[in-house]
């Protein structure tokens, strides 16, 4: 597993796309927002929490086709299907290396771009803390997303409208949580729920992800 | 014979027409298809059958 | 004789076949009956007008449109364990129907919420939850249409179908959590006291029995569709293989 993991990484360092694509995508959202919405600091204040927050869930989307798809394309994958790890964990240290590759980045980028968008001071820590729980649980979603779509010609759009409508309840919490952490609210609520679903998302998701990439196989 | 609806006429004949439009296409779509897949089944197997 | 013996594809069509005229029959009669009794012979409420009348499409529909998702969840479990084809694509068949029937509920209930809130849409929990719902039908029947090999898009689907009902009712209860609704709660609960009154009650029961029977024809019709135009692909196949 950690071989798998290490190889995964080493490729997408040398490829060069995974750490900047995601993060230069993530920026250039941010950057937009501005002129979408026009210049007024308070406007962007309050919205900078949901801005960020679907800025990071846009930026995990786009990397999401390329998941399984290269090792698809090359054979890999039947190989790693037959190796002694079985598919669930294999998913699992997939899903994990895209969460190094984007999420972390993500994670670890968003208080700057949060200056950008002049979040309130004390959503600074909250965003960052729903960012680092929420995006495990997108990059476990996508990876079933990926999963099914794998051997499909064109599968990058139907990916993306397959995975959105099951991003809905992380990003309602994980916003959630960045919203009232900026207004100095409660957050325990959401940041539990947000929690619960990362956590289960983990651990069940891969299972369905394994069964759906068996049938892609055979 | 048409009930008088008041001010709300408009809102209550689109709803109505939207709906029915709605399902009737569905239904319309339905039967077209169910009926193209029919016939050509029946091509296709009376050709089975000729040849085999 | 068991219920599985549907599952054989003949007799599963044959026997709809034989029950299909009754249902589209009867589906046209509750409907007319209850639009037209909704329509011409009830009274308009005293808060909202002639608009209750919309209620005769909008709460049927509605119910249809998740009853639809739930019965495509049941086909997908029984083709995951069973692997009974008809059921399969008797999910597929319902898909359609659901989108149409979710549609519905959201286009009479933009169209009802106009003059009754004073806009098209909120973002409402149920009303969001109707359009997560509407996403979810999308995905799936893209992903029907994108996968060339039946077997492989039935499984595919099905296991979208089972992660999608978890995440749909994940989605109601967050969306729930997060913006608080203008939408009235449950009208139709047997449990309690105050139910609408019975002058709307009894034409709305049989509009919501004519949207059941329809859904059942056309599920029922569109099963048979399918299986043709799986036998169709099976005997071209088999005729490229000969030649």
Redo the contacts between chains.
Sequence with gaps: MTALLMRDLALAIRAGGGFGLGLAFFLIVTVLVPFGVGPDPALLSRIAPGILWVGALLACLLSLDRLLALDWEDGSLDLLATAPLPLEGMLSVKALSHWIVTGLPLVLAAPVLGVLLNLPGPGYLWLTVSLALGTPALSVIGTFGAALTVGLKRGGLLLSLLVLPLYVPTLIFGAEVARRGAEGLDVATPLLMLAGISAGVIALLPFASAAVLRVNLR | MMPDLGKYAETVLSAYAASIVLLVAIVVLTLLRGRRVRAEMERIEEKAGRDG | MSLWEYANPKKFLATSERVLPFFWVSAGLC?VVG?VWG??FTP?DFRQ???V??IY??VP?AMMAINAWVMMLLASLIWLIRRHHVSALAARAAA??GV?MT??AL??GA??G??MWGTWWAWDPRLTSFL?LF??Y??YV??WE??ENPD?AA??TS??C???SV??V??R???N??NQGLHQGATLSLDKEENISDVFYFPLLVCIAGFVL?FIA?VL??T??EI??R??KA??L??RA?A
């Design positions: 409907l639009l329509f011409f308009d007008g002639s608009t009348k919309i499409l909008h529909s359609p129907v149409v549609l519905i286009v009479t169209i009802w106009q003059p997560i996403l979810f999308l995905g893209a992903l994108a996968i492989t499984d595919l296991v979208l089972l992660v999608g995440f749909a994940l989605s209860y967050a969306v959590f997060w329809l056309l019709y569109r048979g569709t043709r135009a036998r169709i005997l071209r088999r005729e000969a």
